[in-house]
Every structure is written in C-alpha cells, then in structure tokens.
C-alpha cells in the first residue's frame, strides 16, 4: 500500500506570495495533521482535520490555513509568505482523530523563501 | 515553542554500542512516542508506551516512562550504521497534535 505523498517535493518562492501544499493520505485514513520543522528543530503543530473537519489548530498565524477533501487529501495554504515561512512542511494520517495512534507521515514539501 | 527536550543533542558511538536517548516533557500525558528522521526524509514511527505502562520493547529498542519525572529514555541496542539519523520524542496529552522535542542527532560508525 501507498503510504503518504506529499507534493511538490521543493518549491521555492518569493517573500509575499502565496502556496499550496497537497498530501494524500494512507488508503482508509480520515485524520490528516499538518506540521512545520524548521532546521535544526522539530516538528510544531499546525493543523488536524477529521472527517473534513478542522479538528486543532496550532500556534500560527491566519497566513495559514487548510482544508480536507471528500477523499481525505489535504492542503495546506500559506499567504503572504515571510522569509520565516522556509522550512520542511510535514503530513501526517492516522486513522482515528486522537493522538494516541502512530502518525504515519510522508517525506514533507521542502519550501524555500528568497 | 517545543514541548520537550531530548540529551543529549547530538551522539557518536561506534557499531555495535548501545545508544541511549533521554527526553524530557512538560505537562500531564496520555503516551509519549518515538520517531526517527533520516536526512532530508519524513518521520517514521519507533514505538508508543501510554502514561499507564513503564517498560516497553519492539526489537532493538527499549523504551521508559517515568511520568514522575515527566521523563523518557530511549535505548537501541547493538547499534548499526542504518541507525544513523534524528530521533525524536513527542507526548500526547489527549489532544490532537503531537508535541515534539528537539532530537538527538545520533551518529553511528563502522
């Protein structure tokens, strides 16, 4: 089975504009969460969503938002993009809502600001 | 602002040593859970022990809790070359969002 893909891999953008990241979940999971690592650090929190629903939110900013689908993809959109905004943005399912399942997560969209 | 810390911050054994990872937390949890991160890749799950539980094994790893301490410690046994990346703790208080520390960069050598 497939596990989480995330696109694009890398994608490189200017301080004030605006991007879409997509993530397709393991087949049969309806929890998708959202986090951001920057170098050097962990992953922080962003997003959950459940059954389209959002579900938890993180400490960030409203540049940041997402949605899920009918077939439980996500996106994660960041507007006005800041130079603070570069790092690896990781996706993750899980089959149940709750955190005391293994999150499953893909190998993230690498996203550079210049 | 991360909600754990890992020590050390980074470690260089040789193959064949035993790695030991400790991971500190701040609040009450439900589980607390292992992750490792090759270079460049995603997470990938290691193990999960719930607040209830004190000891647990899969395979090489071994992993405590002592929620007394709020603290976690990881051990992998007769390391490899292949065990070389980031590990990361992350507690779970019943919320939805994992709570990560800063990793231990673990280095292993031939």
């Known amino acids: 089975d497939a596990g989480v893909t995330q696109s694009p891999t890398h994608l490189i953008k200017t301080r004030g504009q605006h991007v879409t990241l997509r993530c397709s979940p393991i087949?049969?999971?309806?929890?998708v969460s959202w986090y951001q690592q920057v170098l050097g650090q962990g992953p922080q929190f962003i997003f959950q969503?459940?059954?389209?629903?959002?579900?938890g939110r993180g400490n960030f900013p409203d540049r940041f938002s997402a949605r899920q689908f009918p077939n439980y993809s996500s996106e994660l959109n960041v507007n006005a993009l800041l130079l603070g905004d570069s790092a690896l943005y990781l996706c993750?399912?899980?089959?149940?809502?709750?955190?005391?399942?293994?999150?499953?997560f893909g190998d993230g969209t690498r996203l550079s600001i210049l | 602002s991360q909600q754990g810390e890992e020590d050390p911050q980074a470690l260089s054994i040789q193959e064949g040593e035993n790695a030991t990872m400790n991971c500190s937390y701040k609040?009450?949890?439900?589980?607390l859970q292992w992750y490792r991160q090759n270079s460049g890749r995603g997470l990938v799950h290691l193990i999960l022990i719930r607040s209830n539980e004190r000891e647990k094994h899969s395979g090489r790893l071994r992993v405590t809790l002592d929620t007394s301490k709020k603290s976690s410690s990881l051990l992998i046994t007769a390391s490899r070359a292949a065990d070389t990346a980031s590990y990361f703790c992350a507690s779970s208080n019943s919320g939805y969002a994992l709570n990560f520390g800063k990793g231990t960069s673990l280095l292993v050598t031939p």
């Open positions: 969503y459940y059954e389209k629903e959002e579900r």
């Open positions: 609040t009450s949890i439900n589980n």
């Open positions: 993750a399912s899980s089959l149940v809502v709750h955190g005391d399942q293994p999150q499953h």
């Open positions: 087949s049969g999971h309806k929890s």
